[in-house]
């Protein structure tokens, strides 16, 4: 058995660096080139039509059929010209659980369909063949099959199909025939709007020339590379997406600053490879190798609007996938592939934009600009506070589970960072008594708010263990699983706070409604918002156990198991909120939230399953193999006589039994477990099981397992070590 490592190994030392040429033209002149995009639109459509087009797409409005002939009539001849022979719509489906994850992400799956016969009714509706596609019970209350809807304000592209041919891709909604939502993009559509109108409305107490309020997403996206070949050697890897067993490598995380003066030549063939394709497919993104692991590396893309950048890093993240193939590697989406080494995450940095180009969340110089970026700050840490445990349910699964609160990584706590200075400036804010503001006073002095950009340039400190970070002029949600779709967390956190600026726009209009000036009754609510919503600052080490007593002591929830953080959605007051937003209704999130637990439960169940037939079927079997070898050294020892040098053998005989009892032991009591869990009906409750109960056995099989691999020959072992695994050439 072991010979499969050791194939494995010998082929992955074998490998070179795959040649890339490297783009010889300037960046500009092949961005993009694979999207049909604004440029490309407006030469190939009549005046009428770009413009109907780019309009919809600033208002969210309807596109009549003669305009979508005409657009699907352009993206058909420019598709061909570029080697297109099929077309499909591109959507995002519930699904992206560890094993089939990279390609659920988004689905080309559903057959694209010859490019020939393309019209303006293909563009806008498709009706895939839904029945594989998860619906959380959706499908069958409603008894309706489900369709894809074009999002015209996501560019169509052309992707490889494999089969040498190209396939225009369309990035679509997908929705039931009842309306009711199937996939991520629809709600996080209705969740930007209602960010739009809320923060609109608000912005219109500064600046009446804004008209439109777009939040923004640079989603960062940690990741590790391993060889194909010792991928494929890893049944666990392959199966679970992450490792169930594996010894800490000698080397580990506190050499690699050492380790990593350069990117191994093998990564950064990779790197640059998939970086010119990114740019050709209109995605911004430049590489980074600045992780605490080895073998671990980061991509970043420039921001985008929040739906375009959650399209861009699902693209993106697929043909990282696609292109490491050709480079014989393998990427590890997951959150945690490796025990003890650091997790992966995927941090949403967010703000948001106005049409005449401010971005609502930079400190300004000028003090009528700071009572805007004050109001939209403070608006978003009371909507983080008040809605805390939503945010956190956006990030639940079971590959984060094993993230949140380890080595390197945030813990489930939801805190806010916003640095010492800004924090001094609210806290001035929140101190400073009834102002009068008598004729010719200027009331942002009075207020203290010239005073804010000043503070804000010293502002350098940098918290790096806050899951939810102001970072100078957005906020950095670090607590995302590298895995996720961002639409998830988008989704709520547009949501709140929207909520929460409407809410605002509520108190602001009752006082003005009794005359008070404006600026004063800004800035009172503001206080009280604060007031009530700062225990949840903190500017500490969030990765302390000291965080974990003073959160608690504070009040602030530390949901740990994703079943119960996912329980957060079915909340009266979290159902509300997304009615009230219109993102989404009590059957929608209702669907998500079985989704999210069914999710759950496979993964947990694979893993589980895995972990067993390893333990039983490669390790246990080559321990009692390596077992007996010693057993016949004892035994020759002793007919030599030399009884005493028998003994440390016989220890080891006896460490490997006892090691060995364990394992089983602990193996069949989680057996056990999963069918009493697969018994219950009640999806919560088995998925509840699964975190505690099935769960509940990993440590300990894993525990004796580490502990066989330090000790049976290294010749023998079957399972590709953490060591060869994580140093790529
Ligand atoms: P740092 O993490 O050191 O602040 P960067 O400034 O490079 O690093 O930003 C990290 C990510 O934040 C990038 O993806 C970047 O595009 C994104 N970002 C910067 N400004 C904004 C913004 N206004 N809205 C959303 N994301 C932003
Ligand atoms: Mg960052």
Not at 58 to 73: F, H, L, P
Not at 595 to 601: A, F, G, R, V
Not at 602 to 624: P, W, Y
């Amino acid at each position: 058995m072991s010979n499969f490592r050791f194939k494995a190994l010998e082929i992955a030392q074998s490998r070179q660096a795959l040649l890339v040429a490297a783009p010889t033209e300037r960046v500009a002149d092949f961005f993009g080139s694979n999207t049909f995009n604004n440029e490309v639109m407006r030469t190939l459509l009549s005046p009428e039509a770009y413009l109907k087009v780019t309009e919809a797409i600033q208002t969210n409005g309807q596109i009549d059929r003669a305009i979508a002939d005409e657009v699907a009539g352009a993206m058909k001849s420019w598709a061909t010209a570029k080697g297109a022979t099929h077309y499909t719509h591109w959507f995002q489906p519930l699904t992206g659980e560890t094993a089939e994850k990279h390609d659920a992400f988004f689905d080309i799956t559903v057959e694209g369909k010859a490019i020939e016969k393309f019209k303006g009714g293909a563009l806008v509706q498709q009706e895939p063949d839904a029945s594989s596609f998860p619906n959380g019970g959706l499908r069958n209350t409603f008894e309706a099959r489900g369709y894809t809807g074009w999002d015209p304000s996501s560019p169509a592209f052309l992707m490889d199909n494999g089969a040498g041919g190209k396939t225009l891709c369309i990035p679509s909604v997908f929705i039931a025939y009842t309306g009711e939502a199937l996939d991520y993009k629809t709600p996080l559509l209705k969740a930007i709007n209602a960010l739009d109108k809320a923060a609109t409305a608000v912005c219109q107490y500064f600046d009446r020339n804004i008209s439109k309020v777009t939040p923004t997403l640079g989603p960062e996206q940690e990741y590790f590379v391993v060889d194909r070949a010792l991928f494929y050697a890893r049944p666990d890897l392959v199966l679970a997406g992450r490792t169930v067993f594996g010894h800490a490598p000698a080397r580990g995380q506190q050499l690699d600053d050492h380790y990593f003066g350069s990117i191994p030549p093998r990564i950064n063939a990779f790197m640059v490879d998939f970086e010119f394709e990114s740019m050709k497919l209109g995605m911004p993104v430049r590489t980074r190798h600045n992780e605490v692991a080895p073998g671990q590396f980061e991509v970043a893309p420039t921001f985008e609007e929040v739906n375009l950048a959650v399209d861009h890093n699902a693209l993106l993240m697929d043909l990282m996938d696609k292109i490491a193939e050709k480079h014989n590697l393998k990427v590890l989406f997951h959150e945690k592939p490796f025990a003890g080494i650091n997790g992966s995450g995927k941090h949403n940095n967010w703000s948001m934009g106005t049409n005449t180009g401010v971005n609502l969340l930079a400190p300004s110089t000028k003090p009528k600009e700071s009572l805007r970026f004050i109001t939209f700050l403070v608006n978003v840490v009371k909507a983080v506070h008040d809605n805390a445990d939503m945010l956190r349910a956006s990030i639940a699964s079971a590959g984060n589970e094993y993230r949140l609160g380890a080595n390197e990584a945030p813990p489930a706590i939801v805190s806010v960072f916003l640095g010492e200075s800004l924090t001094q400036a609210l806290n001035d804010l929140e101190t400073k008594s009834e102002i009068t503001v008598n004729k010719g006073d200027n009331v942002y002095y009075k207020l203290g708010l010239n005073r804010i950009p000043s503070l804000m340039r010293d502002n350098t400190d940098r918290n790096r263990t806050s899951p939810f970070a102001f970072t100078g002029n957005k906020f950095e949600f670090r607590a995302v699983g590298s895995s996720a779709n961002s639409a998830s967390t988008m989704t709520v956190l547009n949501a709140i706070v929207a909520d929460q600026l409407n809410k605002f726009k509520t108190d602001v209009d009752d006082r003005l409604a009794k005359g008070e000036k404006k600026e004063l009754a800004i800035v009172d609510i503001l206080k009280e918002y604060y007031a009530n919503s700062k225990r949840i600052l903190f500017e500490g080490n969030g990765y302390s156990d000291e965080w974990v007593e003073e959160a608690a002591s504070r009040g602030l929830s530390n949901i740990k198991s994703s079943p119960e953080a996912l329980r957060v959605y079915m909340q009266p007051e979290s159902l509300a909120l997304f009615e009230r937003t219109g993102v989404m209704n009590h059957a929608e999130v209702e669907s998500r939230y079985e989704i999210e637990l069914e999710k759950y439960i496979k993964n947990v169940q694979i893993e589980s399953r895995v972990m067993g037939d390893l333990a039983m079927n490669h390790v246990v079997s080559t321990a009692l193999k390596y077992q007996n070898n010693l057993a016949g050294t004892a035994r020759n020892l002793v007919e030599l006589g030399m009884t005493a040098e028998a003994e440390p053998v016989k220890a080891i005989l006896r460490e490997i039994s006892t090691r060995v009892m364990v394992i089983k032991k602990g193996v069949e009591a989680m057996i056990d477990s999963r069918k009493k869990a697969n018994n219950v009906t009640d999806t919560a409750e088995r998925a509840k099981l699964y975190a505690t109960e099935v769960k509940g056995h990993f440590d300990g099989i894993r525990y004796e397992v580490d502990k066989l691999e330090e000790i049976v020959d290294d010749e023998d072992w079957p399972l590709v070590k953490y060591r060869e695994l994580l140093f790529v050439k």
